[in-house]
């Protein structure tokens, strides 16, 4: 259950935009919102006491937003280094998730909204969602919320790793706010085709059994064949997912990554949020045995 997020703030996203996501958490148990602005101690130099009165000021607007939605909330300004501060809080907070921006495009350009996004996804030990959002120009830039109903369709790639699974047991967390699930298996690294129906077939069986184990969730399942992580981003536009749901690590080539060449490539090039459940070295790439429960 997720009772407390992170919410890192630049004040570069509206706070309607970002904060409005949160609200989505409180069907699934979220009690408390922590905000943080992390005035960067690289850059500031002798300023930072300066910058940290602004940022003071500017985080009781985003603090007033959070109670509005009937959360507890609590705001903090700390001088330091973005990346560190941020995983750090993080852990001494012990929340249950952060919650991060993106552009539609690519990462949105403030102080950490883009290099520190990667850095969290890929070292920290907690869930990360990352939130998506059109970038206009009109004189300005802002941004356009793309997130709206987060978690009405959330498509979960599986690639039968016990890793992989634990995506599973974070959909048991949230039934009640996940309204449809499209589970998806990819096949990669063909070496034999007389074996490719073997093996869709198989795929096939494993996604139906774990389907029907998926009590209170609708839920369908697809087997594809290509680069897992083109034909994630490929079918969440086309199965119009509202989020990606994966694993930090799964087996194969991920192993031996903190985020894993899949996860990241998927981050990068999906319009889509992405959840991003935290790597473990309890399994190191096992394999999935059906017999086990996952949840």
Not at 90 to 110: E, P, S, Y
């Amino acid at each position: 259950m997720i009772e407390t997020v992170l919410v890192p703030v630049d004040f570069t996203i509206e706070k309607e935009d970002l904060l409005g996501c949160i609200g989505e958490f409180k069907n699934a148990g979220l009690k408390k919102v922590i905000l943080l602005h992390v005035v960067d101690i690289h850059k500031s130099q002798g300023l930072a006491p300066m910058f940290e009165r602004n940022a003071k000021k500017r985080i009781e607007d985003y603090t007033g937003f959070a109670e509005e939605l009937g959360l507890e909330t609590e705001a903090l300004v700390v001088v330091g280094d973005i990346k560190r501060t941020i995983s750090e809080t993080a852990d001494r907070k012990n929340v249950d998730a952060i919650i991060m921006g993106a552009t539609a495009k690519g990462f949105i350009k403030g102080r950490f909204l883009g290099r520190t996004t990667e850095h969290i996804a890929r070292s920290s030990k907690k869930i990360l969602l990352v939130e998506k959002y059109d970038a206009l120009k009109e004189g300005k830039e802002f941004y356009k919320n793309a997130c709206r109903a987060t978690f009405s369709r959330v498509l979960v790639p599986l690639d039968f790793s016990k890793e992989s699974m634990k995506a599973i047991e974070q959909l048991q967390e949230f039934e009640g706010i996940v309204k449809e699930v499209l589970l998806l298996h990819v096949i990669d690294n063909i070496k034999d085709m007389d074996l490719l129906d073997e093996q869709r077939e198989e795929a096939k069986g494993k996604l139906g059994r774990i389907k029907e184990q998926l009590t209170g969730i609708k839920s369908q399942y697809l087997v594809v064949e290509g680069i897992p992580s083109d034909e994630i981003v490929k079918f969440a536009n086309i199965e119009e997912a509202t989020m990606i749901m994966l694993t930090s690590r799964g087996k194969g080539d991920l192993i031996d990554l903190i985020l894993g060449s899949t996860a990241e490539s998927v981050l990068r090039k999906t319009i889509k949020p992405v959840l991003i459940i935290p790597a473990s070295k309890e399994f190191d790439g096992e394999e999935w045995d059906e017999g086990e429960e996952y949840a």
